[in-house]
Each structure stands twice: as C-alpha cells, then as structure tokens.
C-alpha cells in the first residue's frame, strides 16, 4: 500500500522521483528485500511468519512448495495481493537501494548484498533492518558508511550514552537527473510576496 500510494503521487505530480526510507523491519537476505527490490514476490515460496528474514526459516526448497501451505489463509492472500487466488505480490516502482548501489569503502561494514552489516543492535537483535530506496529521476552521488558490526559489539548494545538510538543514522546523497530536474522545475509555486516586501 505505501509504494502504490508513493507511486500515485510520482504521477499525479509528473512523474517525479520517489525516496523511501526508514526501518522497514526486514534483512537483505528477506522476502521483503526481494519485493522491494525487485517489484515482485511469489509469497507462496515464503512463510508469512518469516517475510521479515529475521526468523531463520523463510523459504523452502522449489520441491517442498507444493507440500507446505506456509500458512497462508485466503484472508491473508486477499490482504497481500488483492485475491484469495493470486501468490504473486507486484509493485509499480522500480526502486534501487542506495547503499547496495554505492560500494563501501570499510569490508568490515557492508555484507553480501552491499548493505550495511548491521543497521540495529539491541538486546535480541544485530543487523540490517533500515534502508534509502530511490526511484529513477535522481541519482546517488554517495553515502554515509556506518560503524562497522564489531565496533558496535564492543560498545554493547542500542541506545547507550554515546549513541540515543537502537538504530543507526543512515546518509545518502542525490542529485536530479536531467528529467528529474525538469519534473521538479515545472512543480516549482510561485513564492507570494508580501505588502512590505520588495520585489
């Protein structure tokens, strides 16, 4: 529902760029990650209890698929994607993680995907959960790396003094493209002047 509503207010204003960020509660290695992503997921392949990827069991084996039900209810497949009948989830963005585009400059804090090792660390939890995804019309010029996972091993875990947070700031830098600029320019209102101000 958020990437069709970001989606709907791109195109009601032109088409624009589109940035989605924040703690979306998912691994690089999830369901999730893959669905937004790649703009689509088979969610008969998951199990809906591990979408998240921060359970260990979240997909089968293809020769499995037919054997386990995942505990998909038609209430809930109707709730993911629409219809009872349908496993296939879709979005209409075509979104890029910003740190998976930007290669890291410290081995020591990015993971297999590109993604920071570890975004979150608190008493039951150490890894990737927080994302900047961006839609065509801009382009990423850099990012901010975070504190490699041992450094945050060391301190303990999230929010402590130093740190007031459980989650760690991420840092991402863009620039129009030329049909990004464009788009942004036409949205531009015009600035009202006041009485006492001067032209």
């Not at 940035?19 to 369901?31: A, H």
């Not at 039900?69 to 209430?75: R, V």
């Not at 979005?91 to 920071?116: C, I, M």
């Amino acid at each position: 529902m958020l990437l069709e509503k970001a989606y709907d207010l791109s195109e009601k204003w032109g088409n624009i760029p589109i940035l989605v960020m924040g703690d979306f509660n998912c691994t690089p290695e999830s369901g999730i990650y893959k669905f937004l992503s790649t703009s689509k997921l088979n969610i008969a392949e998951h199990d809906r209890s591990g979408l998240s990827g921060q359970e260990k069991n979240q997909s089968a084996p293809f020769g499995l698929l037919k054997l386990l039900n995942f505990g998909w209810t038609d209430k809930e497949l109707r709730n993911a994607t629409g219809s009872s009948n349908c496993t296939i989830l879709k979005h209409p963005l075509k979104l890029r993680s910003s740190y998976a585009t930007v290669k890291g400059t410290n081995p020591r804090t990015r993971g297999s995907y590109g993604e920071p090792l570890a975004t979150t660390y608190h008493a039951k939890f150490l890894g990737t959960v927080d994302y900047i995804w961006y839609s065509s019309g801009v382009t990423l010029t850099k990012v901010l790396d975070t504190l490699p996972s041992d450094a945050l091993l060391r301190i303990g875990s999230l929010p402590c003094k130093d740190l007031g947070s459980d989650h760690l700031p991420l840092v991402a830098e863009f620039a129009f493209t030329e049909s990004g600029r464009s788009k942004a320019d036409d949205l531009r209102l015009p600035v009202k002047k006041y009485d006492n101000e001067e032209e």
